[in-house]
Structures are given as C-alpha cells and as structure tokens.
C-alpha cells in the first residue's frame, strides 16, 4: 500500500469531501496528492519533488504543462495530472482522466492508476490536450445538437428519445443539459473554442443565452 | 393491424441481418435476397445463433425459436421478392446502385408493395425519385445492432402518401419497434451527430490523445453510455464508416464529417471492425452482437 501526503488548497472538485475515500495524509508519503483551486503555488511551493515516486496534481480546465512548464514535447517526469469528471451541477463520476505528458515515466502511470483504481474510481489516461477526453469529445455534440434544436431538426424530446433508443444513452443530451446547467456547457465550451479555435466548440446560442441569464 | 403480411429485406450485412431477424422474431414471413450466397448462408447460421441465445437468457421460447426460424427465408433470386408487402433496402450507401435496385424490384413487384430504405445518410426524395414509386416510398432507419435496438427513423420523402407513411408506421410498431418521425435531412436525427461524434473519436486516436480502451473507458464511465465510440465503430465497421462519412459530409460540407485517414488506413490493412477479427480492438470471433 503506498503511502499518500495531501495538499488540499480547498474547493476541489474531484475530492469535495475526502473522508468518503478514507484518505489518510502521510508526511513520510511515496505520492504526493495537490487538490483545490491552488495547485500551481502549492507545487511550487513543494522544495523537494524529487523525493516523491509520484506527484499528483488536480487540474482545472488547464494543461498540465501550465504547472510543469513545457519542452517541445520533450516534456514528462513522474508528475501527472488528473481530473475526476464532473457535468455542471452533477456530483463528480467515477472517472478520473489520468493527463500525462510525452515523456512521462509509465512507473508513475502505472502508480497512479493503482492509487485510483485502490479508491474504487475508473482511470483513463491521455494526453495533455484540453478537454482531454470527454469534453473534447462531448462539447461539439452538444453544440450541434443545440443548434439543430433552433434549426427545427425535430423537437426536444424526439431528439432526447431518438439518441437514447437509438444509441442506449441513459440520458437525452439536452435533458442532459437542462438538469446540469446549460451555463456551465457555456463556460466550458467557451474555454475549449479559446484553447482549440475549432468552430465544433463555439458556444451555442441557447447556451449562451443560459450563461447571461445566470449572470444577471 | 398491418396491412403487411411478408417482408423482403435486401442485403444480408449487419443491418439486412439485424431487420430481417426483428421482422421474422415479429411473426412476419421474411425473406432476405443478396447476391452473395456466403453472406446469406452467413445470416442463416447468425441469426439462429441469436436466436438460441435469446431462448437461453429466457428472452424466446423454444417454439418461437423454431417459428421464427421457419418464417426466415434467404434467396439470391430477386424474383423472389415479387409478392413482398414492403421491400427494406439495406445494402451500401451509393444512389445511384439504389436507384438500380428499386428499379429493378419495381419492375417486378406487385403494384401496392411499399419501399423502404434503411439508409442513414442518403435524402429518401433522392433514393425515391430512382425508385419508380416514390408515393410508396419511406425511410425506415434502423439503428445497429437492429435485433437490440428498438429505434427506427422513419423519413417520409417529398412525394411519399399519407397513406404510404401511415401503413409504414403501423408495421414499424408491429415489429415491436419504436418509431420516431425525422425530417428528411441528412443523417436524420441520429447519424447527423453520430458520424462527426465517432470521427473525433477516431482523430483522438488518431493524433494520439487517447488510446481507444481509454476513449470507450472514459465515455462510458462519465456519461453511462452502454457502449463507448470505438466499440461502436468496430460494430459499424470500418468500410461503412467510411461511406457513411463520404455521403454525409458530400451532403453537408461539415468538416467533422470528413473521413478521418486513419480509417482509411485501417480498411487498407482490413482492419475493418468486429466482423473482420479486428478494428480498434481484436475479436476472437465475428459473431452477431447479442449472439
């Protein structure tokens, strides 16, 4: 069992309650664990990062590169980042989406997946890319299925019904949507289109309206 | 009622397969027509495959099996099609052989037999205006795996009756299925988002983001999908994706529609999906999904 040493800088949103996962914060740690809105200056702030086997660090909607500096693509050690998955208002899944960068070590992917995979939560690893996984992934779809919506494709519910029957989706998109806040797919999508430039990610129109609802 | 009594399903790919067991499960007497006799003789073994599975998860009678086996007929005869109440075409997504098709079957079935098209991408007014019955024309959509699936897409064309469309749409629910009324636009509902959905997926792969076990890991866990992209993918088929994104993204002009190359490269290596033993992932055997 490895040991684990938690920075917890507050309002994390993978970890918002980490006595669910009995973590146990150990000085004399082989991980090092930096949760909260304050990553960067709390790992800064570690002087001896050498003396971890593996540091992990939460990340926002930010690369890990932001926190460990970039090399063109030479960049990599036993730092890697995660993010545990969360939609809008929804409470965090179980996914946790493992970031790792070219050159980082597999000892330290294979450590973290074990960490992960100990608290009973799903790893999937992949690049240092934003969205990562599943937003890169979703956020167009959800885009497209809103500007169709406005186009008159068909209605809400015909859409919600088709994609659920037709491809066993729990959940309709857009109600999926409307229960987690069609604000945050905003924001979220907002950041991607900044980050990407890819039109896929340019806000839709309904989102839009939702985020300026909100503010008001 | 229907007004349906037997069905001829043309093509006996993926989906022929899927839509001819649902009709014969159904209690329609159904007969599969293709050129191909391995690829029928394929379907025979498939089907009742699935069909012994369902009796063994308790999901078919015994004596149902054994029906709805009897009701299933495969020919490589079109002739044999010539007193169908509807004919549902499923064969590849290229107008101009579906316009051969329904030329021909319209020369030789009776007058009031009803047209379907399974297609997922091509406009049924297009698929219709080739068919030489376009009032008796509709676009049925089924989704893969079609034996699983309860959705069918149901498109009515520009000049497709009332009456065509009512009596289509009592037969999708005869079937068992679920029908949802579309626009005739390309992709309809579900391929519409599909089709650049799965080519993120696959670009993802492709510049290295995220191995595919991770993609359908990831998917699957945040979302509750039962069936992550690249899974689905291998399903589909690599030669299908590649046609589905050819008619899409002529339609469209949506850059996420394009064919990514890596699905070229793999249909090159025949690396084609589940039915060639390997896509995205590798396969012990092709059998049908459910089977």
């Known amino acids: 069992m490895l040991n684990v040493q938690i920075i917890d800088t507050g309002k994390s ?5 980490l006595a669910e996962f009995n973590l146990s914060s150990d000085a004399k740690a082989d991980i090092l664990l930096i949760i909260g809105q304050e990553v960067h200056q709390a ?15 939460e990340l926002g909607e930010e690369c890990l590169g932001i926190h460990t500096g970039e090399s063109l693509g030479n960049e990599g050690s036993h730092v ?3 993010a545990r998955y969360k939609m809008g208002d929804d409470p965090a899944t179980k996914l946790i989406e493992l970031v790792k960068q070219p050159k980082s070590k597999d000892q330290s992917l294979e450590t973290a997946k074990s960490f992960f995979e100990s608290l009973e939560l799903v790893v999937a690893v992949c690049a240092d890319t934003p969205g990562r996984i599943v937003d890169r992934l979703i956020r167009p779809y959800l885009n497209s299925v809103l500007r169709r919506l406005d186009d008159g494709l068909a209605t809400a519910e015909d859409m919600d019904k088709t994609l659920k029957l037709g491809l066993g989706y729990p ?4 109600a999926m949507l409307q229960r987690s806040g069609l604000e945050h797919h905003a924001q979220v999508t907002e950041s991607l289109y900044q980050a990407l430039g890819n039109p896929g990610f340019f806000p839709a129109r309904r989102a839009l309206v939702a985020k300026k609802m909100k503010s008001n | 009622m229907s007004l349906i009594k037997k069905v001829g399903v043309v093509g006996s790919g993926t989906m ?25 003789e394929n379907l025979s073994k498939q089907s009742k495959d699935f069909f012994e599975k369902s009796v063994a998860r308790g999901k078919m009678k015994q004596e149902d099996l054994e029906a709805s086996l009897n009701r299933l007929s495969t020919s490589s005869s079109m002739a044999d099609l010539a007193d169908c109440d509807i004919v549902i075409e499923a064969i590849f997504e290229d107008l101009q052989v579906k316009h051969d098709l329904f030329s021909k079957l319209n020369a030789i079935c009776k007058p009031q037999t009803l047209f379907a098209s399974n297609t997922s991408t091509i406009s049924i007014t297009e698929i219709a205006g080739g068919s030489g019955r376009d009032d008796r024309f509709v676009g049925m959509h089924f989704c893969l795996p079609a034996q699983l699936m309860k959705l069918v897409e149901m498109s009515p064309g520009l000049n497709t009756s ?7 749409w009592q037969f999708c629910i005869d079937l068992g299925q679920s029908p949802v009324k579309t626009q005739d636009t390309p992709g309809f509902i579900l391929n519409y988002f599909l089709i650049p959905f799965n080519n993120n997926a696959i670009r993802m792969v492709e510049s290295g983001i995220a191995a595919p076990e991770d993609i359908d890991k990831a998917i699957k866990t945040a979302l509750g999908y039962a069936m992550g992209p690249m899974q689905l993918l291998d399903l589909v088929g690599m030669d299908t994706q590649r046609l ?23 249909i090159s290596a025949g690396h084609l999906g589940k039915k060639a033993g390997r896509g995205f992932f590798t396969y012990k055997d092709s059998k049908m999904f459910g089977a």
């Open chain 1, 13 to 17: 949103r993978s970890f918002p309650n």
């Open chain 1, 43 to 57: 790992f800064k702030a570690v002087s001896n990062q050498n003396a971890y086997q593996l540091i992990l660090l």
């Open chain 1, 80 to 82: 890697l980042g995660f």
């Open chain 1, 171 to 174: 959940e309709g998109p857009l």
């Open chain 2, 16 to 40: 022929g397969s899927g839509i001819a067991i649902v009709a014969a499960r159904a209690g329609f007497e159904t007969c599969v027509y293709d050129t191909n006799s391995k690829n029928l």
């Open chain 2, 162 to 168: 009332a009456e065509s469309f009512s009596t289509a």
């Open chain 2, 244 to 266: 589905l994104c050819n008619a899409m993204q002529n339609l469209t002009n949506e850059p996420d529609a394009a064919c990514p190359p890596l699905v070229r490269r793999m």
